[in-house]
């Protein structure tokens, strides 16, 4: 059979309207392949994670825009999508000179949202570090 003519396996994509709360649920299932306890791991690394991005990042370190392009990618990965827009809006406004304050306590206030769903997830409250 011709090679144009072959069936081909389609990958799934990220939906460009994500689910309305703060972790697309069908987002973490995908990525993690179904496996709930990758899920529950990748959950509680980004709670981690995000804790001490966001405590670096109030100090407004040289590194800023580094740390919140790390936080927006993390956010991706789990499905978190209203953080990593946030992270997004606050590594444009680190590049170009702008003044942080506003972007920084929206990016904060996404991280908590995601993080008040993460902990309904796991069923208990997340550690924080």
């Given at each position: 059979?011709?090679?144009?003519?072959?069936?081909t396996q389609w990958i799934a994509?990220?939906?460009?309207?994500?689910?309305?709360?703060?972790?697309?649920?069908?987002?973490?299932?995908?990525?993690s392949l179904g496996d709930a306890a990758l899920e529950r791991e990748v959950l509680s690394l980004f709670v981690?994670?995000?804790?001490?991005?966001i405590g670096a990042l109030s100090a407004l370190?040289?590194?800023?825009?580094?740390l919140a392009h790390k936080l927006k990618g993390s956010?991706?990965?789990?499905?978190?999508f209203a953080v990593a827009d946030a992270a997004a809006r606050?590594?444009?406004?680190?590049?170009?000179g702008a003044e942080p304050a506003e972007p920084l306590a929206a990016l904060s206030e996404a991280v908590a949202r995601a993080r008040n769903a993460i902990e309904a997830?796991?069923?208990k409250p997340s550690k924080r570090i």
């Amino acid at each position: 059979m011709p090679r144009h003519l072959e069936r081909t396996q389609w990958i799934a994509s990220p939906p460009l309207a994500p689910g309305d709360g703060p972790i697309d649920l069908a987002h973490l299932a995908r990525m993690s392949l179904g496996d709930a306890a990758l899920e529950r791991e990748v959950l509680s690394l980004f709670v981690a994670q995000s804790d001490r991005l966001i405590g670096a990042l109030s100090a407004l370190p040289r590194d800023g825009r580094e740390l919140a392009h790390k936080l927006k990618g993390s956010a991706h990965a789990i499905g978190a999508f209203a953080v990593a827009d946030a992270a997004a809006r606050l590594e444009h406004v680190l590049m170009s000179g702008a003044e942080p304050a506003e972007p920084l306590a929206a990016l904060s206030e996404a991280v908590a949202r995601a993080r008040n769903a993460i902990e309904a997830i796991l069923g208990k409250p997340s550690k924080r570090i």
